[in-house]
């Protein structure tokens, strides 16, 4: 079983960086495409949460929202079985509660219905 953890979350300004952390504590990830999703606050809570970044087997691919392309990078070390998403030049318009995400095919993918795991959750909070 899949088990993610994320971690890094916070409060943090304008303009200032954050660096998410997601770990999967059951079998390794290895053979899994990885990705970030995020829920704002006011959103419904439930199975589609909004794309943010995902990154495929191998990590030859990476697949990014408009929103964050250019200001987020997703990356992933299948040794230490973590994924991280390296978030720079923050707005108020990026807090939410991001969530790790687990695709069992392999390729980078942006509907969250069609992720098979996911973590419990970071909050991630930007003040102007």
């Known amino acids: 079983q899949v088990q993610l953890v994320e971690s890094g979350g916070g409060l943090v300004q304008a303009g200032d960086s954050l660096r998410l952390s997601c770990t999967s504590s059951g079998r390794t990830v290895i053979n899994y495409a990885m990705g970030w999703f995020r829920q704002p606050p006011g959103q419904a809570p439930g199975k589609h949460r909004d794309?943010?970044?995902?990154?495929?087997?191998?990590?030859?691919?990476?697949y990014y929202s408009d929103s964050v392309k250019g200001r987020f990078t997703i990356s992933r070390d299948d040794a230490k079985n973590t994924v991280y998403l390296q978030m720079n030049s923050l707005k108020p318009e990026d807090s939410a509660v991001y969530y790790c995400?687990?695709?069992?095919?392999?390729?980078?993918?942006?509907?969250?219905?069609?992720?098979?795991?996911w973590g419990q959750g970071t909050q991630v909070t930007v003040s102007s």
């Open positions: 794309f943010v970044a995902t990154i495929n087997r191998g990590a030859t691919r990476t």
């Open positions: 995400a687990a695709n069992r095919y392999g390729n980078t993918w942006s509907a969250s219905e069609n992720s098979h795991f």
